[in-house]
DNA sequence: GCGACAG
DNA sequence: ATCTTGTCGC
């Protein structure tokens, strides 16, 4: 069965449209670092015809992991750019719903405002979910990158911020964008406090949703 | 028209 | 994303 349906004009233009209502609810509010405690990644990995959403909860004060979740089943929709959350954000969500302990703080492997529409998956998992989000991708999408100040770049999509390209020192810079309710300007201070370096909570949820993946059966 | 294109 | 071994470097 292919998946070349999807590709539908009609179909393509009216995720369009629920891309542009999602991206008005979106709110950039700012967010206190005094509420960030339980830090969420969020990945979803594939194999064999099987997908995996792995949820894990990073507890940042005592530095260490709380809880986790996953969630499997059968791939429902393609990779295509731009629409990558109908792909996984379905997936996401279930792996979030089953956890117990809470969350202040969302970071999603994608883009969040840093997209065509201002709708990546980030921000749809953030106003479906409504809590702070923050969209965490290994590479751009669109956008043009300012100048670095120190281990920072804007991101520029028409002239406005909508995010920021992080350097670490030693590793590979990764992309960070609002998904709902973190103000872009509060980005900086966020990665300040949390670690500048890929989020631990990523690669996590990386490993997790990859070996999960791997070994177990879909029921 | 041609290329680019999160995971 | 995934298919995949060894290998360069700290």
New binding site residues.
């Given amino acids: 069965m292919s998946y070349k349906i999807f590709y539908d004009k009609a179909t393509l233009n009216f995720l369009i449209k629920i891309q542009e209502i999602i991206a008005k609810c979106v709110k950039l509010t700012p967010l206190s670092l005094k509420n960030i405690e339980n830090i969420c990644g969020l990945?979803?990995?594939?194999?064999?015809g099987k997908a995996c959403a792995a949820s894990v909860i990073w507890n940042n004060c005592k530095k260490e992991i709380l809880e986790v979740s996953t969630y499997i089943t059968q791939p429902s929709f393609?990779?295509?750019?731009?629409?990558?959350?109908m792909?996984?954000a379905p997936l996401m969500i279930e792996s979030l719903n089953k956890l117990k302990n809470t969350q202040d703080l969302l970071l999603v492997?994608?883009?969040?405002l840093a997209?065509p529409r201002k709708?990546?998956?980030?921000v749809f998992i953030g106003v479906l979910m409504d809590k702070p989000t923050l969209?965490v991708?290994?590479?751009?999408?669109?956008g043009k990158i300012g100048e670095y100040n120190g281990n920072f770049a804007p991101i520029v999509i028409n002239g406005l911020k909508v995010g920021y390209v992080v350097k670490p020192n030693r590793s590979k810079p990764?992309?960070v964008s609002p998904g709902h309710k973190v103000a872009v300007g509060d980005i900086l201070k966020i990665l300040k406090y949390i670690g500048i370096e890929y989020p631990i909570v990523l690669k996590e949820a990386?490993k997790i949703?990859?070996k999960c993946?791997?070994k177990i059966e879909i029921d």
């Fill in positions: 990945d979803v990995a594939y194999s064999d393609p990779y295509i750019p731009g629409f990558l959350f792909r996984e492997d994608g883009h969040g997209h709708a990546g998956l980030a969209g991708a290994k590479s751009l999408l669109i990764y992309y990386h949703s990859k993946v791997r």
